[in-house]
């Protein structure tokens, strides 16, 4: 990291649904074509060009038993999409966690993070989560990691998205634990089709704009198809300072009550206070003249006003920084520019030849924090100190001491440049009526240059903060101009320094400012190959079982995946005030074989319309962790055509990846919150209060000290992350049992309930500092690898230095019902109706953090709600459309459920959980003609905001926005 409504109303939602589904057959209607998103949850029989996302089996009639819930082309254009991860995240409950720009902005963005969207399949991690195109790899987008930058998928092209739960390893290979996201897009485009799309909040500022491009044409009779498409994307940065309320003494925290006494009814440990400020920081300087560590006055030279302390290292109505001034961009600025080609010729049946080129290009811009000093000593001497200042200054002490936080010289922050270049060759063919081959080649690379804007150099900070007057001139200059033994000069010459004014706000010389500015340049590559060959068919021409012939899959498969991280020169050095970081890189290359075997055991007998069993297998020899088997059973059984139970069990297995096992030892920054303080022993289970006894008077405290003790820094703390070169893969368990319902008597209608359940083991986890702190006083006893992992200090019992890294201590489990139900229909002389509902209820989300540890439930935690719900209602009459649409979740808790248990009084009630999510959108279109169709259509109709005391949570900040363009074709 930087240094830096009830769930009744969704029931009754969901009932007035099937209602209207049970009510709607009566009315006399014409059965409309099923759409893809209908389509694909009832399972309807695919044609064979049509890629299946879960299987290699090419049998026409196959249905996978995997549970897969599909989101077309139709759905995404009503929606009017241009960033896929955040309708995914809205629209599919599975995805609710996954990592968007608003979580890739600011300070909430890790080193090379921001812009990023990443897919989070079941809140087990974007790295547990498999992104296929066509059911193919695309290369990573961040270092070290096989996560895919969805920024880099153009959404003008996309026919359909499927998104498979369990068993994709047997299939796919490693990290597909929890399940693959599969971007199916167009194929044989012929002709020319162009759009464009403009939006913008009500607010005027968050706007985005979107175009694209395609041309495609088929040639030698329909052998040949060539399909160029260019795609362009640019969203707005929107700052905290655009939204008034979250400025100023206006933004609501919860922090510690002041006036706090436990086992008092009524009187709570955290509240909800405005104008909350950092306590002793000061943006002009925070000046102590009796090193007592109190501000004494502030850097102009007034008298510092202290303020109401809030416990915690916080103050109100005082001199201090706002904490609200640290608030930083809400959305980063993207810019993206997609190029994809697409080729195909068919030699003749046995010989056809296909080729993908894309290459995309996104530029990501965003703020966080600026730099900020503890107490610098600042010599007499300095010309710079007020003459009130000056006065109260200790001759024994010889100066002074400045607290501050330095919003004059800018906030610090990334500007990246991410290209992404992948490449598909191949070729396929049927060697005969019943034996297809495929044999492909994959290469992508992605290249990132991060630069860093607005760090410091430490040296020529020191320098310049060290001013003195020349007795020569009568001119300020450093210190170390004139006497260049004064101090070190790493990146400078003696001479060259110029001095800068902690005392006040922007009252630097501009020059002084750009000396201590450094704008550092981080560089990565990473780079995948993929060969893979398989030969399918089945068994008609020599055996059939009573449902039909065996259907089968051979192959094999080759890939190799690299990585580089360089740092700028300054940062590997530790020259700059943000974190050092060291050259990371690590390559793995991995053999694999795989076969499935499908059994039509019966299929239209009495009571067996289709029972089916299929399986599949994979072996995998990692060159970092040796040998991995993952397989998966599925069954299908429709004892008449209306009705299909299915199931899936399997074994999946994730390698770790290049970061996990190489990533080289960096420094990293935490600010605490000592689980082990009076306020907090009760958070956590019962062994913290002894574990944390035990911990502190290793650490030389007394029985008395430890019962008041307290840590008053408001600094970060710097400890080491890095990689694990000792891990093993991780093996998960899943299963997936099911039904669909398609009944005859309702044309058009699909049903799906799917149980889920995840159950991970040897999990590799790497927690936060913060989690590490808990963790270990958490655990049994103190004898864990959490608290080997921390160093408290000796007279304290401060932590002042920890190391995270991954380690395979972990278990995860989760589990829920997907309902899943599509009808499309026609109403004569009313036009076209379709209609999709996805809900998720969890049922389980549990983390043992190592072995022995006691389970720990997340479930209800924000972005991991009991109940979700997605409702889309289409209306088609000639050439006039509409769409609504509803993003639902349940409300879930400010606070983890342990904090809530181990005091009944940590938070009133009524804040006790955040509000429940209604985003209501619609849209409308109107056909001009055969090529010319215009669309408009709102987003967060309600205006939804955040729930107090947060910027980003239940929905998103931009609040209501409006877009709107046109479609046309040639």
Same mark, same amino acid.
């Given at each position: 990291?930087?240094?830096?409504?009830?769930?009744?109303?969704?029931?009754?939602?969901?009932?007035?649904?099937?209602?209207?589904?049970?009510?709607?057959?009566?009315?006399?209607?014409?059965?409309?074509?099923?759409?893809?998103?209908?389509?694909?949850?009832?399972?309807?029989?695919?044609?064979?060009?049509?890629?299946?996302?879960?299987?290699?089996?090419?049998?026409?009639?196959?249905?996978?038993?995997?549970?897969?819930?599909?989101?077309?082309?139709?759905?995404?254009?009503?929606?009017?999409?241009?960033?896929?991860?955040?309708?995914?995240?809205?629209?599919?409950?599975?995805?609710?966690?996954?990592?968007?720009?608003?979580?890739?902005?600011?300070?909430?963005?890790?080193?090379?993070?921001?812009?990023?969207?990443?897919?989070?399949?079941?809140?087990?991690?974007?790295?547990?989560?498999?992104?296929?195109?066509?059911?193919?790899?695309?290369?990573?987008?961040?270092?070290?990691?096989?996560?895919?930058?969805?920024?880099?998928?153009?959404?003008?092209?996309?026919?359909?998205?499927?998104?498979?739960?369990?068993?994709?390893?047997?299939?796919?290979?490693?990290? %597909?634990?929890?399940?693959?996201?599969?971007?199916?897009?167009?194929?044989?485009?012929?002709?020319?089709?162009?759009?464009?799309?403009?939006?913008?909040?009500?607010?005027?500022?968050?706007?985005?704009?979107?175009?694209?491009?395609?041309?495609?044409?088929?040639?030698?009779?329909?052998?040949?198809?060539?399909?160029?498409?260019?795609?362009?994307?640019?969203?707005?940065?929107?700052?905290?300072?655009?939204?008034?309320?979250?400025?100023?003494?206006?933004?609501?925290?919860?922090?510690?009550?002041?006036?706090?006494?436990?086992?008092?009814?009524?009187?709570?440990?955290?509240?909800?206070?405005?104008?909350?400020?950092?306590?002793?920081?000061?943006?002009?300087?925070?000046?102590?003249?009796?090193?007592?560590?109190?501000?004494?006055?502030?850097?102009?030279?007034?008298?510092?006003?202290?303020?109401?302390?809030?416990?915690?290292?916080?103050?109100?109505?005082?001199?201090?920084?706002?904490?609200?001034?640290?608030?930083?961009?809400?959305?980063?600025?993207?810019?993206?520019?997609?190029?994809?080609?697409?080729?195909?010729?068919?030699?003749?049946?046995?010989?056809?030849?296909?080729?993908?080129?894309?290459?995309?290009?996104?530029?990501?811009?965003?703020? =966080?924090?600026?730099?900020?000093?503890?107490?610098?000593?600042?010599?007499?001497?300095?010309?710079?100190?007020?003459?009130?200042?000056?006065?109260?200054?200790?001759?024994?002490?010889?100066?002074?001491?400045?607290?501050?936080?330095?919003?004059?010289?800018?906030?610090? =922050?990334?500007?990246?440049?991410?290209?992404?270049?992948?490449?598909?060759?191949?070729?396929?063919?049927?060697?005969?009526?019943?034996?297809?081959?495929?044999?492909?080649?994959?290469?992508?690379?992605?290249?990132?240059?991060?630069?860093?804007?607005?760090?410091?150099?430490?040296?020529?900070?020191?320098?310049?903060?060290?001013?003195?007057?020349?007795?020569?001139?009568?001119?300020?200059?450093?210190?170390?101009?004139?006497?260049?033994?004064?101090?070190?000069?790493?990146?400078?010459?003696?001479?060259?320094?110029?001095?800068?004014?902690?005392?006040?706000?922007?009252?630097?010389?501009?020059?002084?400012?750009?000396?201590?500015?450094?704008?550092?340049?981080?560089?990565?590559?990473?780079?995948?190959?993929?060969?893979?060959?398989?030969?399918?068919?089945?068994?008609?021409?020599?055996?059939?079982?009573?449902?039909?012939?065996?259907?089968?899959?051979?192959?094999?498969?080759?890939?190799?995946?690299?990585?580089?991280?360089?740092?700028?020169?300054?940062?590997?050095?530790?020259?700059?005030?943000?974190?050092?970081?060291?050259?990371?890189?690590?390559?793995?290359?991995?053999?694999?074989?795989?076969?499935?075997?499908?059994?039509?055991?019966?299929?239209?007998?009495?009571?067996?319309?289709?029972?089916?069993?299929?399986?599949?297998?994979?072996?995998?020899?990692?060159?970092?962790?040796?040998?991995?088997?993952?397989?998966?059973?599925?069954?299908?059984?429709?004892?008449? *055509?209306?009705?299909?139970?299915?199931?899936?069990?399997?074994?999946?297995?994730?390698?770790?990846?290049?970061?996990?096992?190489?990533?080289?030892?960096?420094?990293?920054?935490?600010?605490?919150?000592?689980?082990?303080?009076?306020?907090?022993?009760?958070?956590?289970?019962?062994?913290?209060?002894?574990?944390?006894?035990?911990?502190?008077?290793?650490?030389?405290?007394?029985?008395?000290?430890?019962?008041?003790?307290?840590?008053?820094?408001?600094?970060?703390?710097?400890?080491?992350?890095?990689?694990?070169?000792?891990?093993?893969?991780?093996?998960?368990?899943?299963?997936?049992?099911?039904?669909?319902?398609?009944?005859?008597?309702?044309?058009?209608?699909?049903?799906?309930?799917?149980?889920?359940?995840?159950?991970?083991?040897?999990?590799?986890?790497?927690?936060?500092?913060?989690?590490?702190?808990?963790?270990?006083?958490?655990?049994?006893?103190?004898?864990?690898?959490?608290?080997?992992?921390?160093?408290?200090?000796?007279?304290?019992?401060?932590?002042?230095?920890?190391?995270?890294?991954?380690?395979?201590?972990?278990?995860?489990?989760?589990?829920?019902?997907?309902?899943?139900?599509?009808?499309?229909?026609?109403?004569?002389?009313? =036009?076209?109706?379709?209609?999709?509902?996805?809900?998720?209820?969890?049922?389980?989300?549990?983390?043992?953090?190592?072995?022995?540890?006691?389970?720990?439930?997340?479930? %209800?935690?924000?972005?991991?709600?009991?109940?979700?719900?997605?409702?889309?209602?289409?209306?088609?009459?000639?050439?006039?459309?509409?769409?609504?649409?509803?993003?639902?979740?349940?409300?879930?808790?400010?606070?983890?459920?342990?904090?809530?248990?181990?005091?009944?009084?940590?938070?009133?009630?009524?804040?006790?959980?955040?509000?429940?999510?209604?985003?209501?959108?619609?849209?409308?279109?109107?056909?001009?003609?055969? *090529?010319?169709?215009?669309?408009?259509?709102?987003?967060?109709?309600?205006?939804?905001?955040?729930?107090?005391?947060?910027?980003?949570?239940?929905?998103?900040?931009?609040?209501?926005?409006?877009?709107?363009?046109?479609?046309?074709?040639?």
């Amino acid at each position: 990291m930087f240094l830096n409504r009830s769930s009744r109303t969704a029931l009754n939602l969901a009932v007035s649904t099937l209602a209207l589904v049970g009510v709607l057959p009566t009315i006399a209607y014409a059965q409309a074509e099923p759409q893809p998103d209908a389509a694909a949850a009832a399972d309807a029989p695919p044609p064979e060009s049509i890629v299946v996302t879960g299987t290699r089996l090419r049998r026409p009639d196959y249905q996978t038993a995997s549970p897969t819930v599909s989101f077309g082309k139709d759905l995404l254009e009503k929606q009017g999409v241009t960033n896929v991860t955040t309708f995914l995240t809205t629209a599919l409950p599975a995805l609710v966690g996954s990592s968007t720009s608003r979580d890739n902005s600011g300070d909430r963005a890790g080193i090379g993070y921001t812009g990023l969207n990443l897919l989070n399949l079941r809140n087990l991690g974007v790295d547990r989560t498999l992104v296929l195109i066509n059911g193919r790899r695309q290369v990573a987008g961040v270092e070290g990691s096989q996560a895919v930058d969805i920024n880099t998928i153009p959404v003008s092209l996309i026919e359909r998205v499927d998104v498979l739960t369990g068993g994709a390893s047997a299939i796919y290979g490693a990290d %597909g634990v929890t399940g693959v996201v599969n971007f199916v897009l167009k194929q044989n485009f012929e002709g020319v089709s162009a759009q464009a799309q403009a939006g913008i909040s009500k607010y005027g500022d968050s706007g985005d704009r979107f175009a694209a491009i395609t041309a495609g044409h088929n040639f030698d009779g329909g052998r040949g198809n060539v399909t160029l498409a260019y795609e362009f994307g640019d969203s707005d940065r929107l700052q905290t300072r655009d939204r008034p309320q979250y400025t100023g003494s206006r933004s609501i925290g919860f922090y510690r009550n002041p006036d706090y006494t436990p086992n008092t009814p009524g009187v709570y440990s955290r509240i909800p206070l405005n104008d909350v400020r950092y306590e002793w920081s000061s943006r002009m300087g925070a000046v102590d003249v009796n090193f007592d560590g109190v501000p004494d006055y502030r850097g102009d030279g007034k008298p510092y006003n202290l303020g109401q302390s809030i416990p915690g290292g916080y103050s109100r109505g005082s001199d201090d920084t706002l904490v609200s001034d640290y608030g930083n961009d809400l959305l980063p600025a993207i810019t993206r520019h997609v190029v994809n080609l697409n080729a195909r010729y068919e030699v003749s049946s046995a010989f056809k030849l296909f080729a993908e080129a894309k290459y995309a290009a996104t530029k990501s811009y965003s703020l =966080g924090q600026p730099t900020f000093d503890y107490y610098i000593y600042v010599p007499e001497d300095n010309p710079y100190i007020p003459a009130s200042i000056r006065s109260a200054i200790d001759p024994e002490l010889g100066g002074v001491l400045v607290t501050r936080d330095n919003f004059d010289l800018g906030q610090r =922050g990334e500007n990246i440049k991410r290209d992404t270049f992948r490449s598909v060759i191949g070729a396929e063919g049927d060697l005969s009526s019943s034996l297809h081959y495929e044999v492909s080649y994959v290469f992508g690379r992605t290249t990132v240059t991060n630069r860093f804007v607005n760090d410091r150099y430490t040296d020529r900070f020191n320098a310049a903060l060290d001013a003195v007057r020349d007795p020569a001139t009568g001119q300020v200059t450093c210190r170390i101009n004139l006497d260049p033994t004064a101090g070190s000069a790493v990146t400078f010459q003696p001479g060259e320094c110029r001095p800068i004014n902690l005392f006040g706000e922007g009252v630097s010389d501009p020059a002084g400012v750009d000396f201590v500015r450094a704008n550092t340049t981080e560089r990565s590559r990473i780079t995948q190959h993929v060969v893979n060959a398989s030969l399918s068919g089945d068994t008609r021409s020599f055996f059939s079982l009573p449902g039909g012939p065996v259907g089968f899959v051979v192959g094999g498969e080759y890939r190799k995946e690299s990585s580089r991280f360089v740092p700028d020169e300054l940062e590997q050095q530790g020259l700059t005030f943000s974190n050092k970081l060291a050259i990371s890189q690590g390559k793995f290359d991995v053999k694999e074989v795989f076969g499935e075997l499908d059994l039509p055991l019966l299929k239209d007998k009495p009571l067996a319309y289709v029972l089916d069993i299929s399986g599949a297998v994979r072996y995998a020899d990692y060159s970092s962790t040796g040998g991995a088997t993952t397989w998966k059973v599925d069954a299908a059984w429709a004892p008449v *055509r209306d009705i299909r139970f299915r199931g899936t069990i399997s074994q999946a297995v994730r390698a770790p990846n290049i970061g996990e096992l190489y990533g080289a030892a960096g420094q990293t920054f935490t600010f605490f919150d000592d689980p082990c303080l009076p306020s907090n022993i009760g958070l956590g289970t019962s062994s913290r209060a002894a574990n944390c006894t035990a911990l502190l008077t290793a650490a030389g405290l007394s029985p008395p000290e430890i019962a008041n003790f307290e840590d008053t820094r408001t600094v970060n703390i710097s400890g080491t992350s890095g990689g694990n070169p000792n891990l093993q893969p991780e093996k998960a368990r899943t299963w997936t049992a099911g039904v669909v319902l398609q009944p005859s008597f309702v044309r058009g209608l699909a049903i799906a309930f799917d149980w889920y359940d995840i159950n991970l083991k040897q999990a590799i986890n790497t927690v936060d500092a913060q989690k590490l702190a808990e963790l270990c006083v958490d655990q049994p006893t103190i004898n864990n690898p959490f608290c080997a992992s921390l160093v408290r200090a000796q007279g304290s019992g401060l932590i002042v230095d920890y190391t995270v890294q991954p380690q395979n201590v972990a278990s995860f489990r989760t589990s829920g019902l997907e309902v899943n139900v599509n009808y499309s229909f026609r109403l004569e002389n009313v =036009g076209d109706f379709q209609l999709k509902f996805v809900g998720n209820y969890l049922n389980k989300l549990t983390f043992v953090d190592s072995p022995g540890a006691a389970p720990r439930s997340t479930l %209800g935690e924000t972005y991991q709600p009991q109940y979700q719900a997605f409702v889309s209602a289409s209306y088609q009459r000639g050439a006039f459309g509409f769409n609504y649409s509803l993003s639902w979740w349940d409300k879930t808790l400010r606070y983890s459920a342990d904090r809530l248990a181990g005091n009944p009084n940590y938070v009133d009630p009524k804040y006790a959980w955040y509000k429940q999510r209604w985003v209501h959108n619609i849209s409308a279109n109107f056909t001009v003609n055969k *090529r010319m169709e215009f669309y408009g259509g709102v987003n967060n109709l309600f205006n939804q905001q955040p729930d107090l005391g947060s910027t980003t949570y239940p929905t998103e900040t931009s609040g209501t926005s409006l877009y709107a363009g046109f479609r046309a074709k040639f």
